[in-house]
Nanobody
C-alpha cells in the first residue's frame, strides 16, 4: 500500500484545512485509515482513524469536535477536515493504513503503511 498525503500549509488560528491521503495498492475498503501528527521535538501522536469503509471513527481528545475523518472509496482517498485550528495543531501530519485492533489504534507501531507527511502551520 502506498500513501500520498497532501493539503497542508500555513493557516491562521481559527481557520480550516482539509488534508487528503490518496492510497494505491491493496483493497482500500478493507483497511483502516488513520492520521497522526508530530510536532517539533515531540513524539508522533494519534489524531484520528476510520477503521474501514463504513466502520467506526475515533479521535484524540485534543481534536474531538474540531476534526473530522472521512473516506471516499471511489477515489481510494481519506480526508481529514480540520476546523477551528489552534497553534498547538502545528505539526507534520502523516496518514497511515493498516489493520490495528481497536485497543491499538492510537499506537503508531500498530499501523503498517505510512505516507510521507504534510506540514500544517497554524499562526496566532
Amino acid at each position: 500500500v502506498q500513501l500520498q498525503a497532501s493539503g497542508g500549509g500555513p493557516v491562521q488560528a481559527g481557520g480550516s484545512l482539509k488534508l487528503s491521503c490518496a492510497a494505491s495498492g491493496g483493497n482500500f475498503r478493507t483497511y483502516a485509515m488513520g492520521w497522526f501528527r508530530q510536532a517539533p521535538g515531540k513524539e508522533r501522536e494519534f489524531v484520528a482513524c476510520s477503521r474501514k469503509s463504513g466502520g467506526t471513527t475515533h479521535y484524540a481528545d485534543s481534536v474531538k469536535g474540531r476534526f473530522t475523518i472521512s473516506r471516499d472509496s471511489t477515489k481510494n482517498t481519506a480526508y481529514l477536515q480540520m476546523n477551528s485550528l489552534e497553534p498547538e495543531d502545528t505539526a507534520v501530519y502523516y496518514c497511515a493504513a493498516g489493520s490495528p485492533i481497536l485497543s491499538a489504534i492510537s499506537n503508531r507501531h500498530a499501523w503498517a503503511h505510512w505516507g510521507q507527511g504534510t506540514v500544517v502551520t497554524v499562526s496566532s
